[in-house]
């Protein structure tokens, strides 16, 4: 599958800050990238595990979304395990995500492990799957949809800034 890059950052408008995607071709070198994009006045976004969190919520709250994988900063076979565990119960009983989203909360919160990046899926109201993924590093690969998809990110990023 073919994602579409794009970096996330933040920009003063006015007498307000907005987010915007801007996107990277990965030939380009990614710090090359960033480092033009500031000179133009962007700012850079990190995305927190509260965050991410948050964009879970709002991505599953639509219905037709499911979460596919979630990897973490630091590579524990035990709290992988447990993931995947949790994310396969999610497909089968939708509710099973509060399981999933206190554990991730827990272990977030009373430790220095954080979501290094989250892949999520959706069918459209035509069938087409949309597939994405959110990196720590404010990098978003989308396949399908983008317009939406960066209009759901954006605005629930904006409530952070």
């Known amino acids: 599958m073919e994602y ?3 970096k996330i950052f933040w920009t003063a408008r006015k007498h307000a800050k907005d987010v915007v995607c801007i996107p990277w071709d990965e030939r380009e070198d990614y710090y090359s ?7 133009f006045g962007y700012h850079q976004v990190s995305i927190t595990s509260e965050i991410m969190l948050r964009l879970i919520s709002r991505f599953l709250e639509l219905g037709n979304w499911k979460i596919d994988k979630i990897e973490m ?11 995947d565990h949790l994310i396969d119960a999610t ?3 939708s ?10 909360r827990s272990f977030t919160e009373d430790s220095s492990i954080e979501i290094k990046r989250i892949y999520l899926s959706g069918r459209d109201n035509n069938g087409t799957l949309n597939t994405i993924f959110v990196q720590v590093n404010g990098i978003v690969g989308i396949c399908n ?13 904006r409530e952070y800034i």
């Open 91 to 93: 497909k089968n009983n």
């Open 73 to 83: 900063m630091e590579d524990d076979a035990e709290i992988n395990a447990i993931l």
């Open 4 to 6: 579409n890059k794009e």
């Open 95 to 104: 509710a099973s995500v509060l399981n999933l989203y206190e554990y991730i």
């Open 145 to 157: 949809s983008e317009e939406k998809v960066n209009s759901i990110i954006c605005s629930i990023l």
């Open 33 to 39: 990238f960033v480092k033009k994009n500031i000179a």
